[in-house]
């Protein structure tokens, strides 16, 4: 891969990623106050663009036959992070990890990518 298809496609997924881990790593952070599950719906709208990213970088990194399963692929990767940063804001103080948010962020990834796909219409007939 070439380093200038890395920085258009990849380097915005690792970007991002980032500001999801720092936005993890804030401690005491609450979200929602009175409105019950607000937390549910900013977890999803946070990873929606993480896997419209994702979808756009192996959109770009994978072959015409391949590029069937970007969604699928952007599903599992947002999963994966959805894990980790649950797992990492157990270490975060006033934090704590859930399993139903790493539920609502994959969702969200899930939505971002067929999002992307929708736009683009990545996968034809």
Known sequence: MRIDNFLRFWFPVLAYSGIIFYMSSLPNLKAGGEIVHLDKV???FEYMPFGYLMARAFDRALTVKLRHFIVLYAFLGSLAYGISDEY?????MGRSADAIDAVFDTFGGLLGAVIYVCLTKTIKE
């Open 42 to 44: 900013l977890h999803t």
């Open 88 to 92: 990492h804001q157990s270490f975060v």
